[in-house]
C-alpha cells in the first residue's frame, strides 16, 4: 500500500494537524518509507495467533464508581490557554 | 573529601557520608546545583529547581537530626526526566505544545521519592514526548553527550532520556529518573558509559507521566553503578491504585538481591541479535561478557528467539498508534499552547501542526494511518498478533535459561545531527531494546568496554517478568568483571 497527498490530506485531517500544501508530497513519502519497512511483518504467519491484549498476566482490577478527587476547578483549569471564570473558552462552534 | 567533588559520589556512598555526618544533604545538594550550573553547556537540564531542592535538603537534614531519616535515599538528589509531571513545577515533555504547562498534581513515581527523602534538582532534557534516540527532537536543542568523539566532535547522548543520562555521566548528580517506550534508557546508558535499568511493565506506576505509548511505557532508573540503579528503583516502584496496570505486588529488596554469587545461573545468548553490519568489537564485548559470567559459574547457553527481526517494524506500528490516540489529549484548550484558527477544527489543527516537531508530527501521522478504517486489521492487528508471537518467544527461552545477554545498541554514540535524514537509521539504534518492551519484560543496560575511539558500550541483560532481583544480580557480577572506570571529559559539568 502507498500514500498518496490525499491519503496525507485525509490523515492530517483525522489527526488534527496542519500539513501545508507543499508539504503534501514530502510527507507521503516519509510515511511510505516507514510503511513499506514495516510491511515485512506480512511474512510472519499469525493465523490463529491472538493479538497481544497485555504483557503481564495480570487482570484488571475492579473499584467502586465514586468520585475520589475534585472541588479544585480553579487547579484544573488553571493551565488553560483561554478559560471564562471556571470553564475553559474554545472558538465558537455552533453559529 | 572536598566538598566540591560530593556531586560525583554514588547513592551508596553518599548514603554512607550523610549516616556518618561527614556532610549534610544541603551540601551534597549544593555540589550537586553548582555541578549543574557549571554544565549549562550541556543542555541536560531544561528546568533547575534550586529552591525546591535546597528546601527538601534542609528539610532530610532535619529528619536525620531528629533520628528519623527515610532510608536509603533520604537526603540523596536526583534529576527528574521532564516527563514526569511534578505539583507547581514547569512539565515540557521538551514539546512547545505544552508551552508554561504547570501540573496541579506529582506523579506517582516523583511522590515516591519525595516520601524516600529524594531531593529533585530539576527536570531534565529529551525527545520531543520521548520520541527519538538522541535527544536531538527536543524543543530545547539537544544535548551534548559528556564523551566526545575521538577529533573532540561534540555527540548526542542518544536518547529519549538524554538529559536525565548526561546528568549522571558527568557526574552532576549520582541519579536520574527515566523512561523506556523502546529503549529510552537502556540506548542512552549504553552511549554515555552507565547504569539504565527499564523495569517489568507494571513495577512502576504510570500515573503523572506524560504518556507515549501507554502499553510499554515504563519508568526507569538512571545511576552509575548496579547498587545504585537498584537503590534508586526500590524509592520509584510499588503498587500504585491510581494506575490499574501497576502490579499489586510487593517490591523486593532490590539492593539486597545484590549476593555476589551466580554459580548455577543460566545465561542465554539469543542466536538472532547477531546482526548484519554491527560493528566487530561489540561482538567481542558480547563474547567477552558471556566468558565474564561464565568465569564465574554461570551456565551459557544459545537459545532462539525467531521474531526478532520483526520486533522493531512492529513496535513502529504499536508505538506510533497509542501515541496518536495519547496525544490527542493537546488541543489547545486545557494547557500549553493555542494557535489561534477561523473554527475549532482550525484551532486544533493550527495548534497540533504548530506544536508539535517533525518527528512527533510524523508519528502521530503513522499512528493515525494505521489506526484508520480499512488499516486497523491489516497494521494494528497484525502487529499485536506479531507482539504475542515475540512474548512467546522470550517464554520458551525463559524455559531453559535465567536471563538473556546481548549488546544494548548496535553502535557507540554518533555525532550530533547525524541519522536526522533517516528515520528508519534512527530507529535502529533500538533493535536491541525494543523487544524487552514489547513483551514487557525487565532489561538492564552495563557499562562494559570502551570502542576503538574510546567512546562507552553496554552490555544489555533481559530477565523474567517481575524478576528485576536476579537482573541486579547478573548485573552486578556483569559490572564488577568489567571493571569500567574510564571517564567522560566533562566531569561535574567541566570540561
Known amino acids: 500500500m502507498s500514500l498518496d497527498k490525499e491519503d496525507v490530506r485525509r490523515v492530517a485531517f483525522l489527526a488534527r494537524i496542519r500539513v501545508p500544501e507543499d508539504a503534501l508530497a514530502p510527507v507521503a513519502q516519509e510515511l511510505n518509507n516507514i510503511i513499506d519497512w514495516?510491511?515485512?511483518?506480512?511474512?510472519?504467519?499469525?493465523?490463529?495467533?491472538?493479538?497481544?491484549?497485555?504483557?503481564?498476566?495480570?487482570?484488571?482490577?475492579?473499584?467502586?464508581?465514586?468520585?475520589?478527587?475534585?472541588?479544585?476547578?480553579n487547579r484544573v483549569v488553571g493551565n488553560a490557554p483561554d478559560r471564562v471564570e471556571d470553564f475553559y473558552a474554545v472558538p465558537k462552534v455552533v453559529d | 573529601m572536598t566538598a566540591s567533588k560530593l556531586n560525583e559520589l554514588t547513592i551508596a556512598d553518599a548514603r554512607g557520608g550523610l549516616a556518618a555526618g561527614d556532610f549534610s544533604a544541603v551540601d551534597l545538594t549544593q555540589a550537586c546545583l553548582d555541578a549543574a550550573e557549571a554544565g549549562r553547556d550541556l543542555n541536560a537540564f531544561i528546568t533547575l529547581t534550586p529552591d525546591i531542592a535546597l528546601e527538601r535538603a534542609r528539610a532530610s537534614d532535619a529528619?536525620?537530626?531528629?533520628?528519623?531519616?527515610?532510608?536509603?535515599?533520604?537526603?540523596?538528589?536526583?534529576?527528574?526526566?521532564?516527563?514526569?509531571?511534578?505539583?507547581?513545577?514547569?512539565?515540557?515533555?521538551?514539546?512547545?505544545?505544552?508551552?508554561?504547562?504547570?501540573?496541579?498534581?506529582?506523579?506517582?513515581?516523583?511522590?515516591?521519592?519525595?516520601?524516600?527523602?529524594?531531593?529533585?534538582?530539576?527536570?531534565?532534557?529529551?525527545?520531543?514526548?520521548?520520541?527519538?534516540s538522541s535527544n536531538m527532537t527536543s524543543f530545547y536543542g539537544p544535548v551534548k553527550n559528556p564523551w566526545v568523539g575521538a577529533n573532540g566532535e561534540d555527540l548526542v547522548p542518544g536518547g529519549s532520556s538524554g538529559g536525565s543520562v548526561t546528568a549522571v555521566a558527568a557526574r552532576i548528580c549520582p541519579a536520574a529518573t527515566g523512561t523506556d517506550t523502546g529503549g529510552s534508557i537502556r540506548q542512552p546508558a549504553s552511549l554515555c558509559g552507565v547504569v539504565g535499568m527499564k523495569p517489568t511493565y507494571g513495577r512502576c506506576s504510570r500515573w503523572g507521566i506524560v504518556a507515549f505509548a501507554s502499553s510499554l511505557d515504563q519508568a526507569g532508573p538512571f545511576a552509575r553503578t548496579v547498587r545504585d540503579a537498584a537503590i534508586l528503583l526500590g524509592g520509584m516502584a510499588g503498587h500504585d491504585p491510581k494506575d490499574s496496570t501497576s502490579a499489586p505486588i510487593d517490591v523486593p529488596g532490590f539492593e539486597?538481591?545484590?549476593?555476589?554469587?551466580?554459580?548455577?545461573?543460566?545465561?542465554?545468548?539469543?542466536?538472532?541479535?547477531?546482526?548484519?553490519?554491527?560493528?566487530?568489537?561489540?561482538?567481542?564485548?558480547?563474547?567477552?561478557?558471556?566468558?565474564?559470567?561464565?568465569?564465574?559459574?554461570?551456565?551459557?547457553?544459545?537459545?532462539?528467539?525467531?521474531?526478532?527481526?520483526?520486533?522493531?517494524?512492529?513496535?513502529?506500528?504499536?508505538?506510533?498508534?497509542?501515541?496518536?490516540?495519547?496525544?490527542?489529549?493537546?488541543d489547545g484548550v486545557r494547557y500549553g499552547l493555542r494557535v489561534d484558527g477561523d473554527n475549532l477544527d482550525d484551532m486544533y489543527a493550527n495548534t497540533r501542526g504548530e506544536g508539535f516537531g517533525a518527528e512527533v508530527r510524523r508519528r502521530v501521522l503513522i499512528g493515525t494511518y494505521v489506526l484508520s478504517a480499512g488499516y486497523y486489521d491489516a497494521y494494528y492487528m497484525k502487529a499485536q498478533k506479531v507482539r504475542t508471537r515475540i512474548?512467546?518467544?522470550?517464554?520458551?527461552?525463559?524455559?531453559?535459561?535465567?536471563?538473556?545477554?546481548?549488546?544494548?545498541?548496535?553502535?557507540?554514540?554518533?555525532?550530533?545531527?547525524a541519522k536526522m535524514?533517516?528515520?528508519?537509521?534512527?530507529?535502529?539504534?533500538?533493535?536491541?531494546?525494543?523487544?524487552?518492551?514489547?513483551?514487557?519484560?525487565?532489561?538492564?543496560?552495563?557499562?562494559?568496554?570502551?570502542?576503538?575511539?574510546?567512546?562507552p558500550l553496554g552490555l544489555q541483560l533481559v530477565g523474567r517478568p517481575f524478576d528485576e532481583a536476579t537482573l541486579f544480580r547478573a548485573a552486578d557480577a556483569l559490572e564488577r568483571a568489567a571493571g569500567f572506570s574510564a571517564l567522560p571529559k566533562y566531569l561535574g559539568g567541566q570540561g
Open chain 2, 421 to 455: 535524514d533517516d528515520p528508519i537509521a534512527m530507529y535502529l539504534n533500538d533493535v536491541f531494546t525494543v523487544p524487552a518492551n514489547l513483551a514487557g519484560l525487565p532489561g538492564i543496560s552495563v557499562p562494559a568496554g570502551l570502542d576503538k575511539d574510546g567512546l
Open chain 2, 391 to 417: 512474548l512467546e518467544d522470550f517464554t520458551k527461552a525463559f524455559e531453559d535459561v535465567d536471563v538473556l545477554l546481548s549488546p544494548t545498541a548496535p553502535n557507540a554514540a554518533f555525532p550530533i545531527g
Open chain 1, 38 to 73: 514495516v510491511e515485512q511483518l506480512a511474512e510472519v504467519d499469525t493465523d490463529g495467533v491472538e493479538p497481544i491484549t497485555g504483557v503481564t498476566a495480570l487482570t484488571a482490577p475492579m473499584r467502586k464508581d465514586q468520585v475520589t478527587d475534585a472541588g479544585y476547578p
Open chain 2, 63 to 132: 529528619r536525620r537530626k531528629a533520628g528519623n531519616a527515610a532510608g536509603s535515599l533520604d537526603g540523596i538528589p536526583v534529576a527528574v526526566k521532564d516527563l514526569f509531571c511534578t505539583d507547581g513545577v514547569l512539565t515540557t515533555a521538551a514539546s512547545h505544545i505544552l508551552d508554561g504547562f504547570h501540573p496541579a498534581y506529582e506523579s506517582t513515581v516523583t511522590q515516591n521519592l519525595m516520601d524516600a527523602g529524594a531531593v529533585m534538582i530539576g527536570k531534565t532534557n529529551l525527545d520531543e514526548f520521548a520520541m527519538g
Open chain 2, 256 to 330: 539486597a538481591a545484590i549476593t555476589g554469587d551466580i554459580r548455577g545461573l543460566r545465561v542465554g545468548i539469543p542466536a538472532e541479535y547477531t546482526m548484519d553490519g554491527m560493528p566487530a568489537e561489540i561482538q567481542a564485548l558480547w563474547d567477552q561478557g558471556a566468558q565474564w559470567l561464565k568465569n564465574q559459574g554461570a551456565e551459557i547457553k544459545p537459545v532462539s528467539l525467531p521474531h526478532t527481526k520483526y520486533a522493531l517494524p512492529a513496535y513502529y506500528i504499536v508505538a506510533p498508534a497509542e501515541a496518536s490516540s495519547n496525544l490527542a489529549r493537546y
